[in-house]
């Protein structure tokens, strides 16, 4: 029995380790969605634009979709903007949530850095945002046609993001349609 408790700190000491070494393989940028594959959760939000309609998840069906999610605080999605923009320009679906932000302030946001969103529901109260599980902005899901959840990209698109990830799974999720 004495050697089993001079043994056991030695033992414990070499479980933590090995716990430790396993942590350092994982990449703490990658933040699983329990959503892929499954549908939206329901949201209906109101327009971050004046006169707009707003977003509702029932209208993200039909085709491949991206489901950005912004604020005019972040200032990621300041640097991830002009991508958004020639995105759009280049015909990708992109809808946009407002997330914890005042619509006015979103509004203002778009006004001066340009529209990339068919449509922008604002997420003040960021309740949908959690439904979706959105740990911060900018975040953007992206949705086949059926509604479901594809991918999950946690931080701006880039350039690099969009042409290695992004880009060949819409073009995937299009061929799919």
Same mark, same amino acid.
């Given at each position: 029995?004495?050697?089993?408790? $001079? ?6 000491? $070499?479980?933590? %380790? ?6 350092? =393989? ?11 594959? =499954?549908?939206? /959760? !329901?949201? $209906?939000? /109101? !327009? ?10 029932? @209208?993200?069906?039909?085709?491949? +979709?991206?489901?950005?999610?912004? !604020?005019? &605080? ?19 679906? +992109?809808?946009?949530?407002? &997330? =914890?932000?005042? !619509?006015?302030?979103?509004?203002? &946001? %778009?006004? @001066? *850095? ?7 529901? *604002? ?18 899901? +992206? ?13 701006? +698109?880039?350039?690099?993001? &969009? *042409? =290695? ?13």
């Amino acid at each position: 029995m004495k050697r089993f408790l $001079a043994l056991l700190p030695v033992v414990v000491f $070499a479980l933590v %380790l090995v716990g430790f070494m396993v942590g350092l =393989k994982r990449d703490p940028s990658i933040l699983p969605s329990m959503l892929i594959g =499954k549908p939206l /959760p !329901a949201f $209906a939000l /109101p !327009a971050v634009r004046p006169g707009d309609a707003g977003l509702t998840s029932a @209208e993200l069906t039909g085709e491949p +979709i991206m489901l950005n999610v912004f !604020a005019s &605080w972040c200032v990621a999605c300041r640097a991830e903007h002009p991508t958004l923009m020639r995105l759009k320009s280049e015909g990708v679906v +992109i809808h946009g949530m407002d &997330w =914890k932000d005042e !619509a006015a302030d979103g509004a203002r &946001w %778009l006004a @001066e *850095n340009g529209d990339p969103y068919i449509r922008a529901g *604002n997420d003040r109260t960021g309740r949908a945002g959690i439904d979706l599980g959105v740990s911060g902005v900018p975040e953007t899901f +992206i949705v086949d046609r059926k509604g479901r959840v594809r991918y999950r990209q946690v931080g701006a +698109i880039t350039p690099d993001v &969009w *042409n =290695k990830t992004i880009g060949p799974l819409m073009a995937r999720l299009r061929a799919e349609s």
